[in-house]
Structure formats: C-alpha cells, structure tokens
C-alpha cells in the first residue's frame, strides 16, 4: 500500500484534489484505507458514470444475497427435493446448512452468467470446486457438482432469466440483466 501523507481524516472534499495526479485505481486504494467503501465508490460512480447502476457496481456479495431473497420471495424458482438431503460437491462431507442455499447458488449463477456470457456447465463446476482432504496424501482441486449446476441453470431457464447460447453455454436475457441491474440499484440505494 501506498501513503501519500494524506491526513487521517481523508474527507470526500479531497477527492477532486487527488484526483488529476492519481490513478482510479490507486485513489481508491488511498481513499480505502481511511474510510469505507461504501461512499467512495458511490461518490466516484456518481461523478463518472450517467446511466443507471449495474451488477458490476455493487459488492459480489451483498448483491447476490438481496437476489437470493428476490428470488425466494417471486415464489417461481423450481426447487428439486434433494436440495435438503444432496451435497454440493464429492469432497464435501455435509450438505449446505442453510436452507435456503439453492436460491443462494442460483443468484451466485445468474451473477457469473451477467458478468461471462456464454460460460458452461464445466467452467462453472472448476469455480465452486474445492480441494479434497485425501488424508496425508496432498490435496487435489476436484470440481463441483455438475447436477446441482446444470438444475439451478434450467431453474433460471424456466424463469426466463438466462438462456442457452447457440454456441454453447448460458448468456444473460434482457429480463434477467433488468432484474439484476433493478436489484443491484437497490442494494447501492440501501448503502448509502
């Protein structure tokens, strides 16, 4: 990390002074280590960007468990019934202990469809896998299910939130990218 001498009150008023002579990324990376987030990046996105929040705007994380919610409550997501009893991956030894942890899955889905149209079913098991404990031998990175995947995916297919691309893969419709930016917009609204 970078200290520029910067006072340990580094105020927002500071931002348009900084601003010419450091990098975006860098005044964040300033601005950071004196107050939260939060503001900052709302201020910045305010001050550049004209059109409405997106899914890239807010933090991964609070945004898919306010999606996760919205889904819950729209009541249309097909749950299978195994979801109580399945585990996610063979190199877990319990299944999920939140209830509600398809539609936590399927949001985190629908997150990585939005920001990498056209992934599949085989990228997205490397990303929720694992490494799997083989006692004293060394661990191994061993994929996530393809099941629990390929059914969250057709959940969101039958909602019509993403869809299958000719190529192969998922990419993102127009109403899923409206829900997920409508959602995102209120998760920026309720930080600030």
Same mark, same amino acid.
């Given at each position: 990390?970078?200290?520029?001498?910067?006072?340990?009150?580094?105020?927002?008023?500071?931002?348009?002074?900084?601003?010419?002579?450091?990098? @975006?990324?860098?005044?964040? %990376?300033?601005?950071?280590? /004196?107050?939260?987030?939060?503001?900052?990046? $709302?201020?910045?996105?305010?001050? %550049?960007?004209?059109?409405?929040?997106?899914?890239?705007?807010? $933090?991964?994380?609070?945004?898919?468990? $306010?999606?996760?919610?919205?889904?819950?409550?729209?009541?249309?997501?097909?749950?299978?019934?195994?979801?109580?009893?399945?585990?996610?991956?063979?190199?877990? $030894?319990?299944? @999920?202990?939140?209830?509600?942890? /398809?539609?936590?899955?399927?949001?985190?889905?629908?997150?990585?469809? /939005?920001?990498?149209?056209?992934?599949?079913?085989?990228?997205?098991?490397?990303? /929720?896998?694992?490494?799997?404990?083989?006692?004293?031998?060394?661990?191994?990175?061993?994929?996530?299910?393809?099941?629990?995947?390929?059914?969250?995916?057709?959940?969101?297919? %039958?909602?019509?939130?993403?869809?299958?691309?000719?190529?192969?893969?998922?990419?993102?419709?127009?109403?899923?990218?409206?829900?997920?930016?409508?959602?995102?917009?209120?998760?920026?609204?309720?930080?600030?």
């Amino acid at each position: 990390r970078h200290n520029f001498g910067l006072p340990g009150s580094f105020k927002l008023s500071y931002y348009n002074e900084y601003k010419s002579y450091l990098s @975006p990324v860098l005044l964040l %990376e300033v601005m950071s280590m /004196y107050q939260s987030m939060g503001p900052i990046k $709302e201020h910045i996105y305010k001050d %550049e960007h004209k059109g409405g929040v997106t899914l890239k705007d807010v $933090e991964a994380q609070l945004w898919v468990a $306010e999606f996760a919610k919205f889904l819950k409550k729209s009541g249309k997501l097909n749950t299978p019934k195994w979801t109580d009893i399945v585990k996610t991956a063979t190199f877990k $030894e319990l299944p @999920p202990q939140d209830p509600d942890w /398809y539609y936590v899955r399927s949001a985190a889905l629908l997150r990585r469809v /939005y920001l990498r149209q056209g992934v599949g079913c085989g990228a997205l098991r490397k990303v /929720y896998g694992g490494r799997i404990n083989r006692g004293s031998a060394p661990s191994h990175h061993k994929p996530a299910s393809a099941s629990v995947i390929r059914k969250c995916l057709a959940s969101l297919e %039958e909602m019509k939130l993403i869809a299958k691309h000719p190529d192969g893969g998922r990419v993102i419709t127009n109403s899923g990218r409206r829900d997920a930016d409508r959602i995102a917009s209120q998760v920026m609204s309720s930080r600030s």
